[in-house]
């Protein structure tokens, strides 16, 4: 197998078991109000860890928050970082990044195509609320509040 690296690193992952959150909340499987909070500040812990580290995600869905089940219950795991980048400082006069991703995720400043950065990703994740919550609502009523 060809590697341009000449002594690569070899990658550990860990075993996500469960598929992602889009699969999830579209099965028939009950999930309390406690879990679909629980799986909300995952990602939102998770964005936080990357925009600490000088990233944004730029493509955050329900299909690229993977999904672990364990003795615990479940956990989210923001994945898919093909569409990531540095977090750019445009007080030096950087270039614009360019639009990526599928506008019912995108901020308002990407889909003007404005110059943006990490804060855009702020709004970003407000569909994943509104499915954990109207995914409970269509398809049965929860009443573990």
Not at 74 to 98: H, M, Q, R, T, Y
Request: proline share 10%; charged share 20%; with cysteine.
């Amino acid at each position: 197998m060809y590697h341009p690296c000449p002594d690569p690193e070899p990658l550990v992952f860990q075993y996500i078991n469960s598929g992602n959150l889009e699969q999830l909340l579209d099965s028939n499987q009950h999930l309390p109000w406690t879990v679909r909070v629980k799986l909300g500040l995952d990602v939102a812990l998770g964005l936080a860890y990357l925009h600490f580290k000088g990233i944004f995600h730029r493509d955050l869905t329900s299909k690229n928050c993977l999904i672990k089940s364990d003795e615990n219950g479940f956990s989210a795991v923001v994945a898919d970082f093909g569409l990531a980048e540095k977090i750019p400082d445009f007080s030096d006069g950087g270039e614009k990044l360019p639009v990526v991703g599928f506008p019912y995720w995108m901020a308002p400043e990407v889909l003007r195509n404005e110059a943006y950065n990490e804060k855009v990703g702020l709004p970003s994740p407000a569909p994943l609320p509104h499915q954990l919550y109207h995914s409970c609502m269509l398809s049965r009523p929860c009443l573990d509040l």
